[in-house]
C-alpha cells in the first residue's frame, strides 16, 4: 500500500541555474528569482509551500576552487568555511528579494534535520508545522554539512529534495533547471515529455541511448552535484514513493502554475503510474 500523500503540500527545487548565473561566479540572478516569488504570492494563498535551493555559482564555485568536488572528506577547513558562507549569503540574498516582493519566508539550514550524515525523521516532518495557520514558506538549501569528527559532506539541494518529498508525500514535487526538461534528443530539441517507473526507466542511462550521453553533457563546469542525471537520480525514489516529480524551466515560472491547475504543461513528468497532468 502505497503512502499517504499530502494533497496540500508542494516542493519546489530552485535549481542554481535558475536562482544564479551559473557561469559568471558569485552572480545571482534577481530578475528570476523575483518572478519565482511573483508566482508563489500566488500560490501560498492555496497550497503549503517548501522550497530548497541549489549553490549555482555560489556553493558550487567555491567546491571547484577548494577542489571539493573530486577529494574525498576530510576537506580543508577553509574550503568548508568558505563554501558554507557562500551558501548562506546566496540563501539571504534569495530571502531578501522573496520578502520585498511580499512573502514570508523562514529559512532553515540543512543541518537542522539532518543529524551524522541521515535525515532525523522526526524533524523532517515538523517541516510542514512551519506552515501550518500562517503565510509561511520554510526554504532550505544545498550545502556543506557536519558529519562527525573533522568529517564534512556536501548535501545537494537534489538530495535534500529526495528526502523531504519521499518522507513528507507532497501533491506535487518540482524542480526547476535552466532547460524545459528532460531530451530524448538534445540537437532536436527533443523533449522527453514523460517517464512512467512501471516501463524501463533504465533505458535513460543506457550506453546506446541518446538521453544518456545528453544528461552527462549537462552537467555544468561548477555543478558538482551532477546536473540533470543527478536530478533523475533523486526524482525515481519519490516517484516510487508515489508522488509525480516534473521537471521544469524555472526561467519560466508560470509553468510552475501550470501544474498546480492541471493545464498543458512544457516540460518532464516522471511517475510511478498514470496522472491527469497534461504535459507536453
Same mark, same amino acid.
Request: glycine share 8%; hydrophobic share 40%; with cysteine.
Given at each position: 500500500?502505497?503512502? /499517504?500523500?499530502?494533497?496540500?503540500?508542494?516542493?519546489?527545487?530552485?535549481?542554481?541555474?535558475?536562482?544564479?548565473?551559473?557561469?559568471?561566479?558569485?552572480?545571482? $540572478?534577481?530578475?528570476?528569482?523575483?518572478?519565482?516569488?511573483? &508566482? *508563489?504570492?500566488?500560490?501560498?494563498? !492555496?497550497?503549503? &509551500?517548501?522550497?530548497?535551493?541549489? @549553490?549555482?555559482?555560489? @556553493?558550487?564555485?567555491?567546491?571547484?576552487? %577548494?577542489?571539493?568536488?573530486?577529494?574525498?572528506?576530510?576537506?580543508?577547513?577553509?574550503?568548508?568555511?568558505?563554501?558554507?558562507? +557562500? /551558501?548562506?549569503?546566496? =540563501?539571504?540574498?534569495? &530571502?531578501?528579494?522573496?520578502?520585498?516582493?511580499?512573502?514570508?519566508? %523562514?529559512?532553515?539550514?540543512?543541518?537542522?534535520?539532518? +543529524?551524522?550524515? #541521515?535525515?532525523?525523521? $522526526?524533524?523532517?516532518?515538523?517541516?510542514?508545522? &512551519?506552515?501550518?495557520?500562517?503565510?509561511?514558506?520554510?526554504?532550505?538549501?544545498?550545502?556543506?554539512?557536519?558529519?562527525?569528527?573533522?568529517?564534512?559532506?556536501?548535501? +545537494?539541494?537534489?538530495?535534500?529534495?529526495?528526502?523531504?518529498?519521499?518522507?513528507?508525500?507532497? !501533491? %506535487?514535487?518540482?524542480?526547476?533547471?535552466?532547460?524545459? @526538461? *528532460? %531530451?530524448?534528443?538534445?540537437?532536436?530539441?527533443?523533449?522527453?515529455? !514523460?517517464?512512467?517507473?512501471?516501463?524501463?526507466?533504465?533505458?535513460?542511462?543506457?550506453?546506446?541511448?541518446?538521453?544518456?550521453?545528453?544528461?552527462?553533457? +549537462?552537467?555544468?563546469?561548477?555543478?558538482?552535484?551532477?546536473? /540533470?542525471?543527478?536530478?533523475?537520480?533523486?526524482?525515481?525514489?519519490?516517484?516510487?514513493?508515489?508522488?509525480?516529480? #516534473?521537471?521544469?524551466?524555472?526561467?519560466?515560472?508560470?509553468?510552475?502554475?501550470?501544474?498546480?491547475?492541471?493545464?498543458?504543461?512544457?516540460?518532464?513528468?516522471? /511517475?510511478?503510474?498514470?496522472? =491527469?497532468?497534461?504535459? !507536453?
Amino acid at each position: 500500500m502505497g503512502a /499517504m500523500i499530502d494533497s496540500n503540500l508542494m516542493i519546489i527545487k530552485m535549481g542554481g541555474s535558475v536562482v544564479t548565473f551559473k557561469d559568471k561566479p558569485l552572480t545571482p $540572478n534577481i530578475e528570476a528569482i523575483k518572478a519565482i516569488a511573483r &508566482i *508563489l504570492l500566488d500560490l501560498r494563498k !492555496r497550497i503549503k &509551500i517548501l522550497l530548497v535551493h541549489g @549553490g549555482g555559482s555560489f @556553493g558550487h564555485y567555491w567546491s571547484v576552487k %577548494y577542489d571539493m568536488h573530486t577529494k574525498p572528506s576530510p576537506y580543508s577547513d577553509e574550503g568548508v568555511a568558505v563554501v558554507h558562507e +557562500s /551558501m548562506i549569503k546566496l =540563501n539571504h540574498i534569495i &530571502i531578501d528579494e522573496f520578502i520585498k516582493l511580499g512573502l514570508k519566508p %523562514y529559512s532553515f539550514h540543512p543541518s537542522s534535520f539532518m +543529524s551524522n550524515g #541521515y535525515a532525523d525523521l $522526526n524533524k523532517v516532518k515538523e517541516l510542514v508545522d &512551519i506552515t501550518t495557520g500562517n503565510e509561511l514558506i520554510p526554504i532550505t538549501f544545498g550545502d556543506v554539512i557536519h558529519i562527525k569528527d573533522n568529517n564534512f559532506s556536501i548535501l +545537494s539541494g537534489d538530495t535534500i529534495m529526495s528526502i523531504l518529498a519521499t518522507n513528507l508525500h507532497p !501533491r %506535487y514535487c518540482i524542480f526547476t533547471t535552466n532547460v524545459d @526538461g *528532460l %531530451y530524448g534528443d538534445l540537437d532536436k530539441k527533443d523533449l522527453v515529455p !514523460r517517464i512512467f517507473l512501471n516501463n524501463e526507466v533504465v533505458e535513460l542511462f543506457d550506453s546506446k541511448s541518446q538521453s544518456s550521453n545528453n544528461l552527462e553533457a +549537462s552537467t555544468s563546469k561548477y555543478d558538482v552535484t551532477g546536473g /540533470m542525471k543527478r536530478k533523475i537520480s533523486e526524482a525515481v525514489p519519490i516517484a516510487r514513493s508515489g508522488c509525480p516529480v #516534473y521537471l521544469v524551466n524555472g526561467l519560466r515560472p508560470e509553468r510552475i502554475l501550470d501544474i498546480f491547475n492541471d493545464r498543458d504543461c512544457v516540460g518532464t513528468c516522471i /511517475m510511478s503510474k498514470s496522472t =491527469n497532468q497534461s504535459i !507536453r
